[in-house]
């Protein structure tokens, strides 16, 4: 006996969701279909932790300093500046 196959329709997401997902699909040369079946069946398959693990790598690429930006320094710095 094979696996059953199964439809998932998604109703109202936005559209800026949607374009940013094509663009994701794109960037990793996938069909959006393709694409989210991979995200879903990995989210399945990993829970939480692939996401943790994503924000772990996409945290890694974020220059240092933009980590620890002194927001209220720069503000101050800007008004000085007028």
């Given at each position: 006996m094979g696996a059953a196959i199964a439809q998932v329709l998604i109703r109202q997401l936005d559209d800026q969701v949607v374009e940013a997902l094509k663009a994701r699909a794109r960037v990793q040369g996938l069909s959006?279909?393709?694409s989210l079946r991979d995200l879903l069946t990995d989210a399945a398959r990993h829970g939480t932790s692939g996401l943790r693990d994503e924000l772990a790598r996409l945290r890694a690429t974020t220059p240092a300093a933009g980590r620890h930006l002194d927001v209220a320094a720069?503000?101050?710095?800007?008004?000085?500046?007028?």
């Open positions: 959006l279909e393709q720069l503000i101050r710095e800007d008004r000085d500046g007028r």
